[in-house]
């Protein structure tokens, strides 16, 4: 007999606690080695995640810093974008990927995504460029890449460098290569929620290029290229080694969820096929997309925001990434857009739902999420 729904267990977008119990005492020991090694940042367990973590990227360079942001932050001073310049991003992205290019003094040139896919399209990037354009940021929204081998050519062609915005693409590949292999440099996020978290914050650059690397190690310890010597104006964002430790216990598990994130999203494309109300985003070609966020299209009866409500009636919860473009939020006002101005991007903004998709879902879960919403969305 079926569980009344007031008493089925809730389904959450994450589940921290499941992914605790499965590290069991690795976790703790990692935590308590560095309490007592009295290394507190940066040292030997950063240095261990950055080296890995980068030959996972297929680059030579990671340098950890203080949080996603900040790898953005830093990695555009980096790869040398500087004050007055102009960036060309996405509208549809958490804040962060274009509020970095403001916050460093340059200016966020916005051009809207594929619908298919809600990642940057390379035409519209193309028509968005302008004299000061000096970079190019593609975001790698939801856990897919990018057309990378697009950007790079365009970037090429109008010699442009290239940050990429890998903060929920942690093992994501496209034509065969990770964030941060075509681009001049790419970002991660160690945020807890992503398909690799810290116990608090975290974040990590990669890239090629050594010149880049050394930069950005400098600009995350005050522009000190040694003790007491100030080379540029830099910031504080060394990672902790506590956050070290724990993501090095947690890495070696990454590729196995993301392999498990793969399947439930599979279970989720077969239960919604042939659905006019419940639409997937689609998988871009030759892209192995790791599912940060399994995001489907709404158009029902019922508005996006209704059916949100109602799944979580029964304890059911999903996200909305993101109510709200980049463009019509009001600190960007002054950047010189207005509604109307990405229509794709708005759209998703209202349509888009975000369902719960992390590794520790049972099928049997995916499949009373994908009734419960085919049942508000209507056929
Ligand atoms: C696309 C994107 N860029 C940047 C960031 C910023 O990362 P953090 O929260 O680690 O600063 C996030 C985090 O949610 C993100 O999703």
Redesign the pocket.
């Known amino acids: 007999m079926q569980t009344a729904p007031a008493q089925q267990k809730p389904i959450a977008p994450v589940d921290l606690a499941a992914e605790r119990a499965e590290l069991g005492v690795a976790l703790e020991d990692a935590v308590l080695r560095v309490l007592r090694s009295g290394t507190y940042i940066l040292g030997p367990e950063v240095e261990k995640l950055e080296k890995d973590f980068a030959a996972y990227c297929n680059v030579p360079h990671g340098i950890a810093v203080a949080?996603?942001?900040d790898a953005?932050i830093l990695g555009l001073l980096a790869v040398g974008v500087k004050r007055g310049d102009s960036v060309v991003t996405s509208p549809f992205?958490?804040f962060?990927?274009a509020s970095c290019i403001a916050w460093i003094g340059a200016t966020p040139k916005l051009a809207d995504v594929d619908p298919d896919t809600a990642l940057l399209d390379p035409k519209k990037a193309e028509a968005a460029i302008d004299g000061k354009t000096s970079c190019i940021l593609p975001?790698h929204?939801y856990g897919q890449l990018a057309d990378m081998r697009a950007i790079r050519a365009l970037a090429d062609k109008r010699g442009l460098k290239i940050l990429e915005?890998g903060?929920?693409c942690h093992g994501a590949k496209r034509d065969g290569v990770s964030c941060g292999e075509l681009g001049d440099a790419g970002t991660y996020?160690?945020?807890p929620t992503k398909n690799l978290g810290a116990c608090g914050?975290g974040?990590l650059i990669v890239t090629k290029n050594a010149d880049i690397a050394t930069r950005a190690k400098r600009l995350r310890d005050h522009g000190s290229p040694q003790k007491y010597v100030h080379a540029e104006l830099g910031t504080n964002s060394r990672l902790q080694a506590f956050q070290g430790a724990v993501l090095n216990v947690k890495f070696p598990h990454l590729e196995r969820w993301n392999v498990r994130r793969r399947e439930l999203a599979a279970r989720y494309d077969r239960n919604f096929a042939g659905s006019k109300t419940v639409l997937p985003l689609k998988l871009a070609a030759n892209s192995v997309h790791v599912y940060h966020q399994y995001t489907v299209r709404i158009r029902a009866n019922r508005s996006r925001d209704e059916v949100l409500k109602l799944l979580g009636e029964q304890k059911i919860f999903c996200g909305v990434h993101y109510p709200t473009p980049v463009h019509l939020q009001p600190v960007a006002k002054g950047w010189g857009y207005g509604p109307g101005d990405f229509p794709i991007s708005e759209a998703l903004s209202r349509e888009v739902l975000c369902l719960p998709v992390h590794p520790f879902l049972t099928d049997a879960e995916i499949d009373r999420v994908s009734e419960s919403l085919l049942a508000l969305a209507g056929a």
């Open positions: 949080t996603g942001t953005l992205t958490f962060a990927s975001v929204l915005d903060a929920q996020s160690f945020y914050e974040g």
